[in-house]
């Protein structure tokens, strides 16, 4: 049995969920979205993949970007990751090798492992990419989880900025 997860997040969408068959190779896969999505798409989810239907916006929270969406729904499926570790894709998107991730996150398993997209050194050094993103799946809950409480308790008109903790070039 494999020892990740891989985790779909996002509104339902065809390109990931095509996609499956190929995430079912590294381990358990688990779609995690919001309502109100086509349930047409629903006959590419398989008994043997878990399938967790979230509603995030009971209340008005912070949201800008939808980060307020992926944190909730990236916990969600984290909940039902049983794993020791999980990957959280984009719904939007679909990886046809996952073998370099899955390698790295089992080498560092004291980090949390990302793709470099938005990894802006001039605007926000290590700003964590929300396309992929792996590591230990308790380690994923407590940064989703702490991001998921920031957003339900910042009101939802606050301007949050981005700042480097470092000077370009230090």
């Not at 980090?111 to 929300?130: L, N």
């Not at 992929?132 to 308790?153: Q, R, S």
Request: hydrophobic share 35%; net charge negative; proline share 4%.
């Amino acid at each position: 049995m494999s020892n990740v997860s891989i985790i779909i997040q996002g509104p339902l969408n065809e390109i990931s969920l095509k996609n499956i068959p190929t995430y079912k190779k590294y381990g358990k896969v688990i779609v995690s979205c919001w309502s109100g999505h086509d349930e047409g798409l629903l006959k590419y989810i398989d008994d043997d993949v878990v399938f967790v239907c979230n509603d995030p916006m009971k209340e008005e929270h912070y949201n800008a970007h939808n980060v307020y969406y992926q944190a909730f729904t990236t916990h969600a499926g984290l909940e039902k990751s049983e794993t020791k570790f999980s990957i959280k894709v984009r719904s939007d998107e679909s990886y046809s090798n996952l073998d370099v991730f899955v390698k790295t996150i089992n080498e560092n398993p004291e980090r949390m492992i990302t793709g470099d997209i938005f990894f802006w050194s001039d605007y926000v050094c290590f700003h964590i990419s929300d396309h992929a993103i792996g590591g230990k799946t308790k380690n994923l809950l407590g940064t989703f989880d702490t991001v998921k409480n920031i957003c339900e308790t910042t009101p939802p008109d606050t301007k949050l900025e981005m700042r480097s903790a470092f000077a370009v070039g230090d």
